[in-house]
């Protein structure tokens, strides 16, 4: 089932969410969901925040970075993604390393913006897969940045976040306009501010 997206301004996207145990109830179904609404909004990540629950879960698919360019080719960058798609419970960033670089990071919850974000290249991360087992991964490049964005979302941090302070002023009118519904978007949102 595709779950309405939580708009910028919506309160739970600024709260910190909560670990979870593993009879946490229609958790399966949840997880599901997530990715069927990841998918119908042509993103790569998702945190259960954006879809209302305020609980430590993300997934990712980072296989659209992976897919050629019109003329064949593939970022370097990307190498690798095709088959980064894995769900994260309970996560705890261990360590980040290295030096910061920018990349653009856009997020479903923040639709028509896009901004320039730095963030360290590589990240180690311990976490439970969807079914409850531990695990401990090293990300770096697009990998990392998909992995620290979604984690900002558990610890109720946007990716504008980020953005020095005139920056995001510019940008206040159009957030704004987004919390009111005021944007154009292609797939289910839900909007705070829309009367």
Not at 31 to 38: D, H, K, L, P
Not at 56 to 72: K, N
Not at 141 to 159: K, N, P, S, T
């Amino acid at each position: 089932m595709i779950l309405p997206i939580r708009a910028y301004g919506d309160p739970v996207l600024k709260k910190e969410a909560e670990d979870i145990e593993q009879d946490h109830p229609d958790l399966k179904e949840l997880i599901e969901n997530m990715f069927e609404t990841m998918y119908s909004a042509s993103g790569v990540g998702l945190a259960a925040p954006q879809v209302g629950e305020s609980i430590r879960v993300f997934i990712v698919d980072a296989s659209p970075f992976a897919e050629p360019d019109d003329d064949g080719n593939v970022d370097p960058e990307a190498e690798g993604l095709e088959d980064f798609k894995q769900v994260f419970i309970n996560p705890e960033i261990i360590d980040e390393e290295g030096e910061e670089w920018a990349f653009e990071e856009g997020c479903l919850s923040i639709p028509t913006i896009r901004e320039d974000v730095m963030r360290k290249p590589d990240v180690r991360i311990n976490y439970l897969n969807e079914n409850f087992e531990e695990m401990e991964g090293e990300f770096n490049g697009i990998a990392a940045r998909i992995v620290q964005h979604e984690y900002d979302h558990l610890d109720g941090v946007l990716f504008t976040d980020h953005l020095n302070p005139l920056r995001r002023r510019l940008l206040k009118r159009k957030l704004s306009d987004i919390a009111k519904g005021i944007v154009d978007v292609k797939y289910k949102m839900k909007f705070p501010l829309r009367k």
